[in-house]
Nanobody
Framework: VQLQASGGGLVQAGGSLRLSCAAAGRISSIGAMGWYRQAPGKERELVATITSGGSTNYADSVKGRSTISRANDKHAVYLHMNSLRPEDTAIYYC???????????????????WGQGTQVTVSS
């Protein structure tokens, strides 16, 4: 499924931002959704996830200053981050587990899908 992310940009340290991601098209269901990030020279890492029932999980590095939420009716997930730090600088990727959607009049079930990524840069 196509995931469309937005909301990245340049933010000063201590600031906040809100990332949004929505699945496009005719969606039947999506499992857990989440955000991952990849900084230059580093592996992609989990930021936060949320199940369809609303259970959340956060990386220790963002716990307490981030909130993940989702709107099931819009097949969307959001990430609000406060007290941003330079080490939060990365490309942030939206992720969806087990999306089931219609493509060319056929229902498709994928293991998972990734968004295209949105750059977040935190200046000191």
């Amino acid at each position: 499924v196509q995931l469309q992310a937005s909301g990245g940009g340049l933010v000063q340290a201590g600031g906040s931002l809100r990332l949004s991601c929505a699945a496009a098209g005719r969606i039947s269901s999506i499992g857990a959704m989440g955000w991952y990030r990849q900084a230059p020279g580093k592996e992609r890492e989990l930021v936060a996830t949320i199940t369809s029932g609303g259970s959340t999980n956060y990386a220790d590095s963002v716990k307490g200053r981030s909130t993940i939420s989702r709107a099931n009716d819009k097949h969307a997930v959001y990430l609000h981050m406060n007290s941003l730090r330079p080490e939060d600088t990365a490309i942030y990727y939206c992720h969806a587990d087990s999306p089931v959607y219609m493509e060319h009049d056929v229902w498709v079930a994928e293991r998972d899908s990734w968004g295209q990524g949105t750059q977040v840069t935190v200046s000191s």
